[in-house]
């Protein structure tokens, strides 16, 4: 997203709310016109941290709220109206993660150009509906097509990205920007040209909000569970790509990785399919420690984990890749997997970050990871 600087002399002037404006210093401002509210505030990563900021009201009746110079970075944000929380009516921006909305702005100069679009060859996003044998009902998911696609008659590699819980297929392409960070790593020679499939891990709907055929069967939140059922139908998945695409079908054209929820997929799913995957990457989730050191879950897919481990090793491996921020509410989970293939020999990549459990963290975990495949 493009967000135009506008001095704050000509907002200040001005008797009307305007779009955000990213200034000479990298802080941004924000204006609304709410004239009989009696208070306005920003809550979300414009406001530091997740906090709440007042936003000032002017004699017109237009509310503001300049932040901080910022980072290079995409922001996500709410305007809180007399504590109605909305999003924000002057930015046409906005994106959507499980059943909430968002407002957000790039502030561009660094890693922020790499999640906007650029003068350089795009790929596609194709929004697909594939037949789940295993679930009864046809899904929709994502898929990416580098520059060129179309044309070449090549055989790609693929890239399966899991989103994490209360996510579905449209987040990494949202709150994600895969297809932005795709093309400019591609125009840059720094990744592979790959597809990137983006499944639906919320086993219990059909597709994201508004979406589903009908009232659909719609969950804001993963219905798996953990109850093994994306693992288990992930055949239909990975059938209908190699059927319907250009791919490379053998272990070394294929990768799988996933955010929290999605990085618990990730693991299990390339667990349970032996010798289909060359590269795996966890971010910020890995399996539940509880379960998996005495196999508690009676479930057969998740049973004898140790073992399955030692088999996916065995087999070999190009790439398995960890990646945590320090403040991570599941760092003790990356712990344990780590310190349990430290104890077997076994090699991985360590990528451990400030923050959190956050997009800002899985943003650049998938533009490190997708830099070493496939090579």
């Known amino acids: 997203m493009t967000v135009l600087a506008i001095g704050l002399t000509a907002a200040a002037q001005n008797t009307r709310a305007l779009p955000p404006q990213i200034n000479d210093d990298n802080s941004v401002t924000l204006t609304i016109k709410a004239p009989d509210a009696q208070a306005v505030q920003v809550v979300g990563e414009l406001s530091s941290g997740q906090a709440t900021k007042d936003m000032v009201r002017d004699t017109s009746g237009i ?34 993660d499980g059943g909430s909305h968002y407002s957000y702005v790039i502030v561009p100069g660094g890693v922020g150009d790499l999640y906007t679009p650029q003068q350089v060859p795009h790929g596609s996003v194709h929004k697909v509906w594939y037949t789940s044998k295993g679930l009864g009902y046809d899904r929709r998911m994502a898929i990416y097509t580098p520059p060129g696609y179309e044309q070449s008659g090549k055989k790609y590699p693929v890239l399966y990205l899991l989103h994490g819980s209360g996510g579905n297929e449209e987040s990494w392409l ?20 790959m597809i990137v499939v983006m499944t639906s891990g919320a086993t219990k709907s059909q597709a994201a909000p508004g979406e589903c055929p009908g009232a659909g069967l719609y969950s804001p939140v993963s219905g798996s569970s953990y109850d093994t059922s994306y693992e288990v139908q992930f055949k239909d998945v990975l059938d209908y790509v190699e059927s319907s695409f250009r791919v490379i079908r053998k272990k070394s054209g294929r990768a799988i990785a996933g955010l929290s929820m999605g990085g618990e997929q990730a693991f299990q799913t390339a667990l349970n399919y032996p010798d289909t995957f060359d590269y795996v990457g966890i971010f910020s989730g ?9 196999n508690e879950l009676k479930v057969e897919i998740y049973q004898n984990t140790l073992e399955k481990i030692d088999r996916e090793f065995r087999d070999g491996l190009k790439l398995y890749y960890i990646a945590v921020g320090v403040k991570d509410s599941l760092y003790g989970n990356s712990k344990w997997l780590r310190e349990t293939l430290d104890a ?3 090699p991985y990549f360590y990528n451990e970050s400030e923050g959190g459990h956050s997009w800002r963290n899985w943003r650049l ?7 070493k495949l496939f090579k």
């Open 174 to 193: 949202t709150f994600g920007r895969t297809a932005q960070i795709m093309d400019n790593l591609l125009s840059q020679g720094k990744v592979e040209p």
């Open 63 to 96: 509310w503001s709220y300049t932040t901080s110079p910022l980072e290079s970075e995409m922001y996500y944000y709410l305007i809180k109206i007399d504590g109605v929380s909305v999003t924000d009516p002057m930015n046409s921006a906005c994106i959507i």
């Open 365 to 371: 975990y998938l533009t490190d990871f997708t830099q």
């Open 344 to 346: 077997k020999g076994y």
């Open 286 to 294: 890995v399996p539940r420690v509880r379960e998996i050191k005495g």
